[in-house]
């Protein structure tokens, strides 16, 4: 079975900080891993190959740097992972269309040959769009499901069991397919570091884009379907209220107040 | 034998007039003397094993 | 009765923004500067992290003599003298301390200089980057130290443990207010090992952020737990915080004198019960686990070997060692004093270094001695996911004894 | 003769630049960030310390970052020194002209490690203990191991072409580099090996550019990665100390000693009498020996279980066969594992005239010489440095010589030959530099009297050293031709400017 999982290289989202004077986001300095969902679709698909046999593939769109995030999800069990080098994208549009994105890495599925099933974490951690799987999914003319929260292979097929709200829906879908999966679905394992280090330098293919027949100019002039207008910091405030009187009092009090305050 | 160092509690130690006039000696007490021999030697042991799995010992 | 000395009288002497630095502390930086080889380095936890010898040993003895030289004004350095865990990792390692500390009866002693520094500067009202953090903390445990002698014991309320005797556990406020699973759990360790004990009712204030910040404060507090203690009837005091048992064995002694009483740490007091056979550890435990030596021991107070007896005596423990040298090495990211407040981030990525490392000896547990350690790692383990749970040994050693904690 | 170059000034808005590439946090201007960064472990004149002292401290990540740095500093003609551990005793790492500090302690992964292919590939900044640590798990060795072993860093080492106290049984740093990136003064990034194979031992394509790129003190770019030979971790380590009642008397020992064909014996090291009456104020680490004991060898030996036992026995009857004494296990083994750390202490400065203790820096001043020419060196060394002792007592201090087998994978032939001198740099002043310089210059000119190289370990770019060096050791066209090499690399004379007197590519008529 031939797996691709497509994967990105982010920011530690819990270390981002905002500069207080500026406002801007502190991104540099900030330690890099492999998207937290992403992981989890690196997992299954290790798992798969582990009983199934067959080979993985990693794909990412990103600086160089990722190579350090590619080389963890390849001491996870993959096989070959490439690199896109979209450093000189991030003068276009800071934060990156994941149509856009999808539309890269399906051009570099469509290059690497035909896959029996294709990856994707539900979201990414930085962006959140949710969209990058679907949309893979549509260029690529595959049928697919999202927010997988368990998978079974069968042969031809794959059973899906997908989460929504407080939904969970079953599908049953032919295979080559693209699938989104969520965080339920497995622990992903921790390579230990030598594991890391012992990866083969040679199984990390950086490309660049005119490797997939792709300028900047092209995307730059392609339509941006979603692109980020402003951020701004969630502020919040502690009231620190302190109800006095007996524990019964102090308790009823607070009930009433947290009810005048729509929270309960 | 040694030119100035003497012995204190079973260590060699610097004559303490040798450390008056342009650098002096601190408080330091004979328990935290013992402690920083014992770390050393702690220590010692350490960096052998850093280059071989043992250190074999002379012949007879 | 272990108590280690090492002081430098000319330390107390405060430094001043625009006074020149005195010859003596010119001459002590240069002994380490005079090295540059900076064996200090690489055993830092803080560098090892950002790669910058600014922060290290070397860093803030060759910046503090760049001041005497008139390259440098002491107010820049006040972010500088920020990063340092006080691990004591550098001043141990310094050749000048584990080669010649020894023969020449001086050694190189980085924590002590790293607090004098933080405390003059803020005498000078010299005051870095998130320093408000600091005095919150300053102001909690003065909360915690003007509560009720109830409030105070809240962490034992059921233990009915009495207010004197020869034998007193030593509870300070992070113990008695935050962390209280590791006291509760070495008060009934000792109370099923039949020790009488008693838990005085209001010490003084031990805080290293009080230390570094009002000396004079810190040391009226440290005469009043003298006191407290003495007024007690201790003769022997078990400490369950090795952040205080540096102060009650290197600290106090060097400005009140010899104590009137044996300190004694839980771990080599319940390695000697367990030895005696008053402690008996009949439950299997079956986990796999190592142990994760608090800079304040294995660096500080030459205590290793305690904490691993009692580990190898559990019954059912797989056991894989990190020796302690090695361990000069780690840091749990809390740091003695106020490193985690003044630097929260970098705190979080020592502790995740560190958890990375028992991870990756294939063990589920990290044992713990001592209380911050626990408490710094519980938050980072949650925080990192990385499935290595945190936990105080005491904790499995009531495990062991049947105990219910 | 004047320099056609002027450098730029680092203003604000190539800070802002420079801020862009690495990140806000990785630039420092503030003073006592770059005063720390402006020496090396090589005497530094104290009382000249801002002239030393660079203007900004630069911490990259990663190659891209470098060869950014690189195309800024060469665009604005801005003086860049690459700092590696900074423990050199060659002042490689020491600015000349200001500017820049390249400090590549950042770039410390281990990048791969070949269990098939027998090699590691590292970023410059990782260093030989991390490395080992890591490497030890796997049961593999990188065998490089300089006084500075648990600091010094990869970049470092190879930058300075290191030199390895185990080097006979292990090889040196320029032996033990299969292939490197390297980013040169322009910002452009190479790859130099043996021919074009990442982990080649061998090869007889192209020039052999990858040496040209070893030992360069920073005068030739950056190097960013480095794939590095690794060997077995080895089975067991055998330390044996013997003690002469003199120099002389070990000194034809040890003759016997590294010709004897031991493939095992990693280190001959002759501590002459000097060395000994310096080691007897030393520590309790030294065992008391009768004072019959004037002169030392430390031996060490490496390698499998069986051919170490068999080797340690025939090391023994050359040893007893000239009447050496074997000073015992706990000397021989706590001496050697304290060999990086020991024989250094500041502390141990004295002033000649009252013993008291004047805290020193510790200076080596070493060459490579031939075993037939020993004797002379150490008598006329000594007495160079007497003189200069008497004259300025309580300043310099005589620690006495040490000579090292100094060959890579064999003992033979020759030796880094050192004097360690301690030096009071608290003291120093206009004069006592200008005798401290003039002492290094008679003490190179030795070396050239006897043909041999003025270092084998610290670089020949100090001052004092380095007008012997260029003027008189490689007089024979030498020095032109790494003049048209350094100015074809930096046409702007940016990367560590002044070092190895290199201006002269630049200068006028």
């Known amino acids: 079975m031939r797996i691709a999982v497509c994967m990105k290289h982010v920011v530690d989202t819990t270390e981002v900080r905002i500069d207080k004077n500026s406002g801007e986001l502190i991104l540099s300095g900030i330690p890099t891993k492999i998207s937290d969902y992403d992981k989890n679709a690196i997992e299954e698909a290790v798992r798969i190959k582990e009983k199934n046999g067959g080979e993985i593939t990693l794909i990412t769109v990103g600086p160089r740097d990722a190579f350090k995030t590619v080389k963890e999800a390849l001491a996870m069990g993959c096989d070959v992972g490439y690199i896109i080098l979209g450093d000189m994208l991030y003068d276009i549009a800071k934060f990156l269309d994941p149509i856009t994105i999808a539309e890269i890495l399906s051009k570099a599925i469509q290059k690497l040959g035909s896959f029996d099933l294709i990856f994707c974490g539900e979201v990414s951690e930085d962006g959140y769009n949710a969209q990058v799987g679907p949309a893979l999914a549509e260029l690529l003319g595959l049928p697919h499901a999202a927010y997988a929260s368990s998978l079974e292979v069968e042969d031809n097929l794959i059973k899906v069991e997908s989460m929504y709200e407080d939904t969970i829906e079953t599908f049953e879908i032919q295979l080559p397919a693209v699938v989104t999966v969520n965080r339920l679905i497995n622990t992903p394992r921790l390579p230990t570091l030598i594991q890391v280090m012992k990866v083969p330098k040679n199984k990390i293919i950086y490309w660049d884009l005119d490797e997939l027949d792709l300028s900047v100019e092209e995307i730059k002039n392609s339509k941006i379907y979603t692109s980020l207008k402003e951020y701004h910091e969630m502020k919040v405030e502690r009231k620190s209220i302190i109800f006095e009187g007996e524990a019964e009092d102090a308790v009823s009090k607070l009930i009433k107040r947290l009810k005048e305050e729509g929270l309960l | 034998m040694v030119r100035h160092a003497i012995i204190k509690y079973g260590h060699f130690m610097v004559d303490p007039d040798d450390m008056q006039d342009v650098i002096r000696q601190q408080e330091l007490n004979e328990e935290e003397i013992e402690r920083i021999v014992k770390y050393r030697w702690m220590y010692l042991d350490w960096m052998h094993k850093r280059f071989a799995d043992k250190v074999v010992k002379p012949p007879e | 009765m272990v108590e280690l000395l090492s002081y430098k009288k000319f330390y107390d002497e405060p430094l001043k923004k625009d006074e020149p630095v005195s010859e003596e502390i010119t001459k002590d930086c240069y002994t380490v500067f005079a090295c540059r080889h900076k064996f200090c380095r690489e055993v830092c936890p803080v560098y090892q992290e950002l790669r910058n010898e600014s922060y290290t040993s070397y860093g803030f003895h060759a910046a503090l003599l760049s001041v005497s030289r008139g390259i440098e004004s002491l107010g820049n350095m006040k972010e500088t003298i920020t990063y ?100 509760r759990t070495a008060a009934q360790i000792l109370m099923k090992a039949g020790v009488k004990f008693g838990v005085i009712e209001r010490p003084g204030l031990t805080l290293g952020e009080l230390y570094e910040t009002n000396f004079d404060e810190w040391l009226a507090h440290a005469k009043e737990t003298i006191e407290a203690l003495k007024s007690a009837g201790a003769k022997t005091v078990i400490v369950v915080n090795p952040h205080e048992y540096v102060y009650l064995t290197r600290e106090y002694p060097k400005y009140m004198g010899s104590l009137p009483f044996n300190v004694i740490f839980i771990t080599e007091y319940v390695a000697k019960l367990i030895e005696n056979k008053k402690i008996k550890l009949t439950t299997e435990v079956d986990i796999k686990a190592t142990y994760h030596d608090p800079c304040a021991l294995n660096k500080f107070s030459g205590i290793w070997e305690s904490p691993r007896k009692i580990i190898e005596s559990i019954p059912g423990l797989e056991y894989t060692d990190e020796d302690p040298v090695s361990q000069w090495y780690n840091c749990c990211g809390n740091g003695i004093a106020s490193f985690k407040e003044l630097h929260p981030e970098l705190s979080y990525r020592i502790g995740t270094s560190r958890l990375r490392k028992a991870a990756d000896l294939g063990v589920q547990y990290l044992l713990l001695g001592c209380p911050h350690c626990k408490d710094q790692l519980s938050e980072v383990q949650t925080k990192s996911k990385i499935n290595v749970e945190p936990i105080h040994l005491l904790e499995i050693v009531a495990k062991a004894m049947g105990l219910e904690v | 003769m004047t320099s056609i170059l002027k450098y730029g000034t680092i203003d604000d808005k190539i800070l802002e630049e420079l801020r862009a590439i690495v990140g806000d946090e990785n630039v420092f201007t503030e003073p006592h960030h770059r005063a720390i960064r402006a020496s090396v472990p090589a005497p530094f004149p104290l009382h000249k310390w801002s002239e030393h002292t660079p203007d900004v401290v630069v911490l990259p990540g990663s190659t891209q970052e470098v060869s950014e740095v690189l195309k800024i500093s060469n665009k604005y003609k801005i003086p860049v020194v690459p700092r590696g551990g900074a423990t050199g005793l060659a002042d490689g790492a020491m600015p000349l002209r200001k500017g820049i500090i390249l400090d590549i302690k950042r770039m410390c992964e281990i990048l791969e490690i070949d269990e098939v292919d027998r090699t590691v590939t590292v970023q410059p900044g990782i260093n030989m203990q991390e490395l080992n640590r890591v490497l030890e798990k796997l049961g593999l060795w990188f065998p490089d191991d300089p006084a500075s072993y648990p600091v010094a860093v990869v970049g470092g080492r190879v930058g300075t072409g290191g030199w390895s106290l185990v080097g006979a049984f292990g090889g040196h740093v320029p032996d033990l580099v299969l292939s490197m990136e390297v980013v040169l003064p322009t910002g452009d990034i190479i790859r130099v090996g043996n021919g074009g194979g990442r982990k080649i031992r061998k090869s007889s394509v192209g020039y052999r550019l990858k040496d040209l790129f070893i030992g360069h003190q920073g005068t030739l770019g950056v190097v960013t990665e480095i794939t590095l030979d690794v060997f ?145 060196v150490r008598k006329r060394w000594h007495e160079i440095a007497s003189r200069y002792i008497e004259q300025y007592d309580g300043v310099f201090d005589d620690w006495g010589m040490f000579m090292y087998s100094n060959p890579p994978f ?49 670089g020949g770019t100090r001052e004092g050293d380095v007008e012997v060096c260029v003027r008189q050791e490689l007089k024979d066209g030498q020095f032109e031709l790494m003049k048209k090499i350094k100015k074809m690399l930096d046409p702007n004379n940016i990367m560590n400017p002044g070092k190895y007197m290199l201006d002269e590519a630049y200068q006028e008529g």
Not at chain 4, 335 to 351: E, T
Request: aromatic share 12%; proline share 4%; glycine share 6%.
């Open chain 4, 410 to 458: 064999r003992p033979w032939g020759d030796y880094l030959t050192e004097i360690d001198i301690g030096i009071n740099e608290l003291a120093l002043d206009e004069e006592t530099w200008e005798a401290w310089v003039n002492m290094k210059r008679e003490i190179a000119e030795v070396v050239i009297e006897v043909e041999g190289s003025i270092s084998a370990c610290h």
């Open chain 3, 84 to 183: 340092c865990l006080e691990c004591g990792a550098c001043e141990l390692r310094c050749p000048n301390t584990l080669f010649g500390g020894d023969f020449y009866k001086r050694r190189t002693t980085t924590v002590d200089l790293v607090r004098k520094i933080r405390r003059d500067l803020i005498a000078e009202n010299e005051k870095p980057n998130n320093w408000g953090e600091v005095e919150k903390k300053i102001d909690q445990y003065k909360k915690y130290y003007n509560s009720s002698p109830e409030e105070i014991r809240q962490w034992a309320k059921d233990l009915e443990i009495p207010t004197t005797g020869d034998t007193i556990l030593f509870v300070d406020y992070f113990t008695a207010f935050q962390e209280t699973v590791t006291v």
């Open chain 4, 232 to 376: 077995p971790r080895p089975e067991v380590e055998f330390p044996a100390f013997f003690g002469y009642n003199s120099f002389e008397h070990a000194y034809e020992n040890a003759f016997k000693m590294t010709t004897s064909g031991l493939r095992t014996l990693g280190a001959v090291v002759i501590f002459d009498e000097e060395k000994v009456e310096y080691l007897r104020r030393d520590d309790e680490a030294y065992i008391p020996q009768p004072k019959s004991i004037k002169s030392i060898i430390a031996t060490v030996m490496y390698g499998t279980e069986a051919e170490v036992e068999g080797a340690k026995k025939r090391l023994f009857e050359i040893a007893e066969k000239d009447g050496a004494i074997y000073l015992g296990e706990e000397l021989s083994e706590g001496d050697w594992a304290s060999r990086h750390d020991r024989y250094a202490l500041p502390l141990h400065g004295r002033r000649r005239s009252d013993w008291q203790v004047v805290p020193m820096t510790w200076h080596c001043e070493d060459a490579a010489i031939n075993h037939s020419q020993l004797p002379y």
